[in-house]
């Protein structure tokens, strides 16, 4: 059990090496494939809660030392409003929260019913980005929604949850090696019959 | 009469051609049993065999040489535009390749290949052969950061060219398109712009140096109390491969 949430750190640690090479579509309103949110999501329903949050830690603070921007020193007199940019560490909480969400699926997913974790992943992304916007709107003031936003995150969902078969099957091999089960709801039946 | 029909027309006679080019012994493999190839031929048609395969992988060859060729000659007439630029300008330039486009979600961003290692510090304006591009956001070793002006965040002081009116122009929130558009904001109420119109920087604000192209203007909306236009940015920002970092102005 501790081998395989050690194992689902690194692979989270890894995803954000493999993040750094994936380009954004431009021709779908820069749509991206969130792999490292996809790691995460796809492990914070394999794993326990201390370990979920655990690596919404890791990953919202990864995240946000990988996204923030720097802050504008200009003239007051020219940049009378400035624009603000989301807190440092935000994204520890949204991360969490659909850390949570995911888990919600947690006896399914214990079944051997990973198939309904891998469309929750696309939900929780579109809910994670349309949160993100929020928040963006919220500390700078209005909120506009275009369709270009509506495409980006709609794009970046469906993208994303495309991939995350793959993922699962990652955790798979990587439990086996480690010798825990992701489904032992699953397994249970079989054992009996023998 | 024999087996084919009298035709004339000389080289352009199907029956002709037939009969003088494409009865080759390759072809005349698919013609089935009714011209069986003698059995003295095969030498020959291994061999022409070998031979054709030999030209396709040298053609294979030639076309990847050809790309190759045609890439280099593209990256060379933009290092020699890279040049010019460089020695035309009055800036104390650092010229950068893009090594990523658009690395975050909701930035208008992207990455270059030089960073403090060749004195780029932050807040450095950013520009191109067309126009400003936008500022040094985060510096690192050897690559940076660079805010466009599509973004927000990125606000300039502008003039618009042939009148009085200055105001500050930043992206707009949501412009995902391939042709984003700047906010041109704090014109007078009865500015007289008018779509076309060039916009220049001012120089105001401590970060962008005066009189750098930013873009043209396509609409004017008139207000109660203010006008706003809508300005086309001069740089293509999605074709862009080289840029230049202003390190000081009038070396």
């Given at each position: 059990?501790?081998?395989?949430?050690?194992?689902?750190?690194?692979?989270?640690?890894?995803?954000?090496?493999?993040?750094?090479?994936?380009?954004?579509?431009?021709?779908?309103?820069?749509?991206?494939?969130?792999?490292?949110?996809?790691?995460?999501?796809?492990?914070?329903?394999?794993?326990?809660?201390?370990?979920?949050l655990?690596?919404a830690f890791?990953g919202g603070i990864?995240w946000d030392?990988?996204?923030?921007?720097?802050?504008?020193?200009?003239?007051?007199?020219?940049?009378?409003?400035?624009?603000?940019?989301l807190r440092?560490g935000y994204s520890i909480l949204l991360f969490a929260a659909m850390g949570f969400?995911?888990?919600?699926?947690?006896?399914?997913?214990?079944?051997?019913?990973?198939?309904?974790?891998?469309?929750?992943?696309?939900?929780?992304?579109?809910?994670y980005?349309?949160a993100d916007?929020?928040l963006?709107?919220?500390?700078?003031?209005?909120?506009?929604?275009?369709?270009?936003?509506?495409?980006?995150?709609?794009?970046?969902?469906?993208?994303?949850?495309?991939?995350?078969?793959?993922?699962?099957?990652?955790?798979?091999?990587?439990?086996?090696?480690?010798?825990?089960?992701?489904?032992?709801?699953?397994?249970?039946?079989?054992?009996?019959?023998? | 009469?024999?087996?084919?029909?009298?035709?004339?027309?000389?080289?352009?006679?199907?029956?002709?051609?037939?009969?003088?080019?494409?009865?080759?012994?390759?072809?005349?493999?698919?013609?089935?049993?009714?011209?069986?190839?003698?059995?003295?031929?095969?030498?020959?048609?291994?061999?022409?065999?070998?031979?054709?395969?030999?030209?396709?992988?040298?053609?294979?060859?030639?076309?990847?040489?050809?790309?190759?060729?045609?890439?280099?000659?593209?990256?060379?007439?933009?290092?020699?535009?890279?040049?010019?630029?460089?020695?035309?300008?009055?800036?104390?330039?650092?010229?950068?390749?893009?090594?990523?486009?658009?690395?975050?979600?909701?930035?208008?961003?992207?990455?270059?290949?030089?960073?403090?290692?060749?004195?780029?510090?932050?807040?450095?304006?950013?520009?191109?052969?067309?126009?400003?591009?936008?500022?040094?956001?985060?510096?690192?070793?050897?690559?940076?950061?660079?805010?466009?002006?599509?973004?927000?965040?990125?606000?300039?002081?502008?003039?618009?060219?042939?009148?009085?009116?200055?105001?500050?122009?930043?992206?707009?929130?949501?412009?995902?398109?391939?042709?984003?558009?700047?906010?041109?904001?704090?014109?007078?109420?009865?500015?007289?712009?008018?779509?076309?119109?060039?916009?220049?920087?001012?120089?105001?604000?401590?970060?962008?140096?005066?009189?750098?192209?930013?873009?043209?203007?396509?609409?004017?909306?008139?207000?109660?109390?203010?006008?706003?236009?809508?300005?086309?940015?001069?740089?293509?920002?999605?074709?862009?491969?080289?840029?230049?970092?202003?390190?000081?102005?009038?070396?």
């Open positions: 059990m501790l081998r395989y949430n050690l194992s689902a750190v690194f692979l989270l640690l890894a995803a954000f090496l493999v993040q750094q090479f994936v380009p954004a579509f431009t021709g779908l309103s820069h749509a991206r494939i969130l792999i490292v949110h996809l790691v995460f999501l796809c492990a914070a329903v394999s794993v326990a809660t201390p370990t979920m655990l690596l890791i990864l030392a990988h996204c923030s921007l720097a802050p504008m020193i200009a003239d007051p007199e020219v940049y009378t409003q400035p624009t603000e940019s440092f969400l995911m888990q919600g699926l947690n006896p399914l997913f214990r079944a051997g019913k990973w198939q309904f974790s891998a469309l929750l992943t696309g939900v929780a992304t579109f809910l980005l349309a916007y929020s963006i709107s919220f500390v700078r003031g209005n909120f506009v929604i275009s369709r270009s936003i509506l495409r980006l995150t709609g794009y970046t969902s469906l993208l994303t949850m495309l991939f995350s078969p793959i993922v699962f099957w990652l955790l798979y091999r990587l439990a086996k090696l480690f010798d825990h089960s992701l489904y032992p709801e699953a397994e249970k039946p079989k054992r009996r019959a023998y | 009469m024999g087996a084919y029909p009298q035709r004339t027309g000389g080289a352009r006679d199907p029956g002709r051609l037939f009969q003088g080019h494409l009865a080759h012994p390759q072809i005349r493999l698919f013609a089935g049993n009714e011209n069986p190839r003698p059995a003295a031929g095969n030498e020959t048609f291994k061999e022409l065999e070998a031979e054709l395969s030999t030209i396709r992988g040298e053609i294979g060859r030639l076309r990847i040489i050809e790309s190759r060729f045609k890439e280099l000659e593209r990256e060379n007439a933009e290092l020699r535009h890279a040049l010019d630029f460089k020695k035309a300008t009055d800036f104390d330039v650092v010229a950068a390749r893009i090594i990523r486009r658009h690395p975050t979600t909701w930035w208008q961003t992207l990455e270059i290949d030089a960073g403090e290692d060749r004195g780029i510090g932050i807040q450095l304006s950013v520009l191109s052969n067309d126009g400003l591009v936008g500022l040094i956001d985060r510096p690192f070793g050897n690559r940076s950061s660079v805010l466009l002006i599509t973004d927000e965040k990125c606000q300039v002081s502008v003039r618009v060219e042939g009148s009085p009116e200055v105001g500050i122009l930043s992206g707009q929130r949501g412009e995902f398109d391939r042709n984003p558009t700047l906010r041109l904001r704090f014109l007078s109420k009865n500015a007289s712009i008018r779509p076309g119109q060039r916009v220049f920087t001012t120089g105001r604000g401590g970060i962008f140096q005066p009189n750098i192209l930013v873009g043209s203007i396509t609409t004017v909306e008139r207000g109660p109390l203010d006008s706003e236009a809508l300005v086309r940015p001069a740089v293509d920002l999605n074709d862009l491969s080289t840029v230049f970092v202003v390190l000081s102005e009038n070396p």
